[in-house]
């Protein structure tokens, strides 16, 4: 009986590109991208709702307009940077990172509603209004005071989505030669 010749087990992998080699592809995390994205946008959700509550008496149409538009750039820009940055070159994370920034425009106005009406230290106004008319938040992100549809609470969306997976893109692809 012969020996057995030192070597291994199992066939090797074949030589060449393989697609988590560091350097030559993808070896992001689209999972860990997505969920620092939720956390991020939640922050920046955070700092408009109190933004909001700061200065809603002094807001005009106007103002409250651009802030909620910076706040859907800002809440983009952030999200996308982080999910190019961790996620790098994966397109779940881009994709995760357009859906979350969108998330989180609509939850940061509807969570500032909401903060509106617990701004006196009473549950009393937030009983009424769940009692009364549970979807109120979206339905006043939604619509304007006159019944008609809001073009401006809608333009936020595709804009924080946009900008999250056009940096998310920008950002991951960095350094990327093919």
């Known amino acids: 009986m012969q020996p057995m010749q030192p070597g291994m ?9 393989h697609p988590t080699t560091p350097g030559t592809g993808n070896t992001g995390n689209a999972v860990g991208a997505i969920l620092l994205g939720f956390l991020v946008s939640f922050v920046v959700s955070l700092v408009y709702v109190g933004i909001n509550m700061a200065t809603y008496k002094e807001q005009s149409s106007a103002v409250s307009n651009i802030l909620y538009l910076l706040h859907a750039l800002l809440n983009g820009a952030a999200v996308g940077a982080l999910a190019g940055t961790v996620g790098r070159g994966s397109n779940g994370a881009r994709v995760g990172a357009a859906i979350i920034a969108a998330l989180g425009v609509f939850f940061g106005y509807t969570n500032t509603v909401v903060s509106l009406f617990l701004r006196d230290g009473s549950l009393m106004p937030l009983k009424y209004m769940l009692e009364d008319d549970p979807l109120y938040p979206a339905k006043a992100w939604f619509d304007t005071q006159g019944g008609g ?18 940096l998310a893109h920008l950002i991951g692809n960095k350094g990327r030669t093919a």
């Open 9 to 17: 087990p199992y066939a090797a992998p074949p030589f060449g590109h």
């Open 149 to 166: 549809v809001d073009w401006i609470s809608l333009l936020g969306l595709p804009l924080a989505a946009a900008t999250a997976w056009g």
